[in-house]
C-alpha cells in the first residue's frame, strides 16, 4: 500500500475544514490572506512572467501553462491564476474546501479544476506541471522534507515552484500568535503552530535536499499604519516567499 498520506496532519486539515465556508468573505477568519492576496499574487505573476518569458500586458499571459495551486483553498491564487490564461488545478486535502472553491469559480466563470487530494497523491499519479504554488502550506504537513519531495516530482523539468512559510523566531511568535491568533484575532487560536514554522535556512536546506534549486526570496512585509502589505529584499523575519526551480528545463 502506498504511503503518500504520510505528510498529511490530519489536526491541521480539521482546523482548515473548520473555516471552509469563510474563505471568500474578506472580513471573516482568512481576513488575513485577503490582504496578503495583492502581495502575494504579484510575487507569482512576476516570478511566473522572467522565468517562462512572458508578456504581463498581454491579456492571457500564462496561455500553455499548466499551474498546481497546493492548498488551495477556496481559491483565492487559483481563480486569479485562471484569468491570467493558465490551465490551473486546485488541490486541497480539507474536503469541504473544494464545494465552496468550485461554486465560487462557477459564478465567477472561470473552469478550474478542484480535487480533494495530495501533492503526493498528485505525484504518484505521474501528473506534472510548469508551475506549482504551494503557499502557507509546509508549515502545516508532518514531513515538510517529503511533502516537498512531492512537490519536486510534481514539476516538469524547469518548472518553477512558489513557496511560502513563516520564519520561526521571538519576532514572528508575537506577530503570527500573539499578534494574529490573540490579539487581532484574525485568526481562531491555535491556527498554527509556532514550533513548526521554519527558518529562511531550513527551507533552503529542505529545498535543495529535495532536489530543487533556490533562485530567489522576500519577506511579505506588514505596514500596521498603511494596513497593507509589501514585498522586502530584506526583511523575511516573519512571511516570506521563496521561488526555486527543477533543475533540467
Given at each position: 500500500m502506498s504511503d503518500w498520506t504520510d505528510t498529511v496532519d490530519p489536526a491541521e486539515v480539521a482546523k482548515f475544514e473548520a473555516m471552509a465556508?469563510?474563505?471568500?468573505?474578506p472580513h471573516g477568519k482568512?481576513?488575513?490572506?485577503?490582504m496578503m492576496n495583492p502581495c502575494r499574487l504579484e510575487y507569482v505573476v512576476a516570478q511566473v512572467a522572467a522565468e517562462f518569458g512572458r508578456d504581463r500586458r498581454a491579456p492571457r499571459p500564462f496561455e500553455g501553462l499548466r499551474v498546481l495551486d497546493i492548498g488551495c483553498g477556496g481559491?483565492?491564487?487559483?481563480?486569479p491564476m485562471a484569468r491570467l490564461g493558465a490551465d490551473v488545478v486546485g488541490v486541497d486535502a480539507a474536503e469541504r474546501n473544494i464545494?465552496?472553491?468550485?461554486?465560487?469559480a462557477e459564478q465567477s466563470g472561470l473552469a478550474i479544476d478542484y480535487r480533494h487530494g495530495t501533492a503526493e497523491a498528485l505525484a504518484e499519479a505521474g501528473e506534472a506541471f510548469d508551475v506549482v504554488l504551494n503557499m502557507e502550506v509546509v508549515e502545516h504537513v508532518a514531513d515538510p522534507a517529503g511533502y516537498l519531495r512531492a512537490c519536486h516530482d510534481l514539476l516538469r523539468p524547469g518548472g518553477l515552484m512558489i513557496c511560502s512559510t513563516i520564519n520561526r523566531n521571538p519576532k514572528s511568535w508575537l506577530m503570527a500568535i500573539v499578534g494574529a491568533e490573540r490579539v487581532m484575532r484574525w485568526l481562531p487560536v491555535g491556527t498554527h503552530d509556532w514550533q513548526?514554522?521554519?527558518?529562511?535556512?531550513?527551507l533552503e536546506t529542505l529545498l535543495r535536499g529535495a532536489g530543487l534549486a533556490p533562485v530567489d526570496a522576500k519577506g511579505f512585509v506588514f505596514d500596521p499604519l498603511g494596513w497593507s502589505w509589501s514585498l522586502s529584499d530584506r526583511d523575511l523575519s516573519v512571511n516570506y516567499v521563496t521561488a526555486s526551480l527543477r533543475p533540467g528545463g
Open positions: 465556508a469563510e474563505w471568500w468573505d482568512f481576513k488575513p490572506l485577503h481559491g483565492l491564487l487559483s481563480e464545494p465552496v472553491a468550485r461554486l465560487h513548526k514554522f521554519i527558518t529562511p535556512a531550513e
